[in-house]
């Protein structure tokens, strides 16, 4: 088990990587078809946009909340919205650099500001947090119980948290990852969730809703090699990513068979 000294050293080497962006050819790899290949198969059957709208419902009336968007860096898809419509914002990030900009995006908006801090630090102060966005974050935090009591401290009373974050519950996903770990070269800070990862989440907190994305829809990517037009391969995605996203809502097995996994929890 990870100790919280442990994991504060850990991000000063992550704050360096996310300054620098210096990726191994392993990673960088990793990234290309991640970005590439599954990012296209989800901008074709809709999966990244429903995610956001569903993220935007969930936020609902922002304007007696204070929030905190956790790890944005620069500023992720809701940032500025986030911004523009909560009573109170706070955005912060491990990236001093990532961090200037985003306050120059957000410096004419009353109430908006942006810190380069680290979540588990004791300098990190600010409470109460009527919401927390974590879009590709809390997967960055080995010792999930270290997370979880953090998680708790920050939030107020029936306060609530939304992720976005990556599932290694797949057995072929599993195996891709295990294969590709030990060449990663942000592999100290990057742990996809597993099955024990999830039910702690679910033990500490009320799960709202859920979703899982790219189960059955991720094998599109071998749909796509088929001699087939592009329109049936597009009606063939679209129909198992609406049985993923459908399904996963009460299904463990449906959830842990996708790539993705979204979350609307609210503290216990």
Known sequence: MKTKETILETNKKQKEFYNNKKKNFATALWSKIRNGIFTRIKKNIGIQDQTYILHKQWFGDLSNKKVLDLGCYSGNYWSIYLAENAKEYLGIDLSDMAIAKLNERIKHIPNAEAQ????????????????IYAYGVLHHFQDTNILIARLNEKLKKDGEIISYDPLETSFP?????????????????????????????KNAFNIVERRGLLGKSKWIALINILPISNDKKNKIGLKWNSEDWNNSKTSDSVLFSCMHLTMLMKKK
Do not use: G, N
């Open 116 to 131: 380069a801090i680290d979540f588990l630090s004791d300098d990190f102060l600010s409470d109460d947090f009527d919401l």
């Open 173 to 201: 996903i599993k195996v891709v990852r295990t294969l590709y770990r030990p060449f990663q070269s942000d592999a100290a800070w990057e742990w996809p969730f597993t099955k024990k990862t999830f039910y702690q989440y």
